[in-house]
């Protein structure tokens, strides 16, 4: 069989479309969103004001964010036939694994495909930016056994997050670090996540298909599940003292250090920096714990020891160390990713869909050919 190109396991440095939606400079440590730094946009921008850039593929202006600000405060609530299904989960089940189901079960409702038509794109981007949110808080909820807190019209995207998570308003500080966090994970090209949301999309099925795939694949501890591994990895190692020893075990072990490495990256990920930055003044206002101590401890240790292998911290590493500090519960870190990617998976769900053209990649056989059937009685 003729193939293009060498096989590439992980379809490492394959392209696998073209996109203008964000980019990465991995050497460099780069990463903008329709070309504009993330630095700026965590500093200056908000995620919803973000989403709108890199769904729509510019910066609204003062009416169109309004305009879609409020189409998400109106399309927050979730059906009641949704909750009803969330109360039979059980408790112990996974908040991704009840994201997946729930944001799957929205297709539903609102599936009626039309992809021609731009008003249905439009409510499906406003329905999934606007329900995911309270999807997860309302199980968080529910697992606890109390109702689910509806959402308030008052607040933003990320108090009102935080509001139905907690049923108290957060600390100012604490909402605008974490609506920064929203920002920082909102996109990131190729990755696994949003290449498995472009796959879906391929087919022309339905935007909540599309999400209910991308947060699968989002769950896995090599991707979006790293930010839990890491805060229960320090707690692990739980002293500064502790940290050369586990990291030479982890060596010796060849196992991963969660929140370490990136396929991209091979300097920090400027979004761990921009993290690690917000860390600091969260813990300037509330003082610090050994936590972020460990964390210190560990970068300098894995940086003496990986370092030239292009190993450093990536966006998961210090992300728990902030929602740990905002009280969130470690099995919600994931979640909250996917709360902030889905901003990216529309963006490339939107542009594959211009693609149009359906993933069908080939293989390199390595089995047998013309094999004969053995009989039951001669196995
Ligand atoms: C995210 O793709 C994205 O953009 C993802 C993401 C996004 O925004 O969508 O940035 C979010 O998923 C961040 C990554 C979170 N995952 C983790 O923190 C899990 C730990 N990291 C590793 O599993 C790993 O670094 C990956 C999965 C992130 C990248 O894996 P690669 O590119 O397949 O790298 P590799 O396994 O080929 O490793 C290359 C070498 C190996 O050593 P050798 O066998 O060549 O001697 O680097 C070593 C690896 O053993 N290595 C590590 C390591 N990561 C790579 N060694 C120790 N600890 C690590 N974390």
């Known amino acids: 069989i003729s193939t293009f190109c060498e096989y590439q396991p992980g379809l490492e440095n394959i392209p696998a479309t073209q996109s203008s939606i964000s980019c990465v400079d991995g050497i460099n440590g780069v990463l903008e969103y329709r070309g504009i730094r993330i630095e700026e946009l965590a500093a200056q921008s908000s995620f919803v004001e973000t989403a709108y850039l890199l769904i729509w593929g510019k910066l609204p202006n003062k009416a169109e964010l309004k305009q879609f600000q409020t189409d998400i405060l109106y399309h927050r609530r979730i059906k009641y036939r949704i909750r009803d299904m969330m109360k039979c989960f059980p408790e112990t089940g996974h908040p991704m694994d009840a994201l997946q189901t729930s944001a799957a079960a929205l297709g539903l409702f609102y599936s009626r495909r039309?992809?021609?038509?731009?008003?249905?794109?439009?409510?499906?981007?406003?329905?999934?930016?606007?329900?995911?949110?309270?999807?997860?808080?309302?199980?968080?909820?529910?697992?606890?056994g109390n109702d689910a807190i509806q959402p308030?019209?008052?607040?933003d995207y990320a108090t009102?997050?935080?509001y139905m998570l907690t049923e108290r308003k957060p600390h100012p500080i604490a909402a605008k670090v974490f609506d920064v966090c929203l920002t920082l994970h909102a996109e990131h090209t190729i990755n696994a996540s949003t290449f498995s949301a472009m796959v879906t999309a391929s087919t022309l099925t339905d935007p909540y298909g599309v999400i209910a795939s991308a947060v699968g694949t989002l769950a896995g501890p090599l991707h979006g599940g790293a930010n839990e591994e890491v805060l229960l990895m320090l707690e692990e190692i739980?002293?500064?003292?502790?940290?050369?020893?586990?990291?030479?075990?982890?060596?010796?072990?060849?196992?991963?250090?969660?929140?370490?490495?990136?396929?991209?990256?091979?300097?920090?990920?400027?979004?761990?920096?921009?993290?690690?930055?917000?860390?600091?003044q969260l813990f300037e206002e509330t003082g610090y714990d050994t936590y972020y101590e460990i964390a210190l401890e560990l970068e300098k240790v894995i940086e003496g020891k990986l370092g030239a292998k292009g190993i450093y911290p990536n966006v998961d590493f210090y992300s728990g160390l902030v929602y740990n500090k905002l009280g969130i519960p470690s099995d919600l870190f994931t979640p909250i990713f996917a709360i902030a990617r889905v901003a990216g998976w529309?963006?490339?769900w939107k542009e594959q869909l211009a693609v149009n053209r359906i993933f069908r990649p080939t293989q390199i056989y390595t089995g047998k050919h013309?094999?004969?059937?053995?009989?039951?009685?001669?196995?």
């Open 152 to 155: 308030n019209d008052d607040l």
């Open 370 to 379: 013309k094999v004969p059937y053995i009989p039951m009685k001669e196995r």
């Open 346 to 348: 529309l963006a490339h």
């Open 238 to 280: 739980g002293s500064v003292e502790n940290v050369l020893p586990y990291v030479e075990a982890k060596i010796a072990n060849k196992q991963k250090i969660m929140g370490f490495g990136h396929r991209v990256y091979k300097v920090k990920d400027p979004r761990a920096s921009i993290l690690q930055s917000l860390a600091e």
């Open 160 to 162: 009102n997050f935080l």
């Open 114 to 144: 039309a992809l021609d038509n731009p008003e249905y794109i439009r409510k499906a981007v406003v329905r999934l930016l606007a329900k995911i949110p309270t999807m997860v808080a309302a199980f968080h909820q529910m697992r606890r």
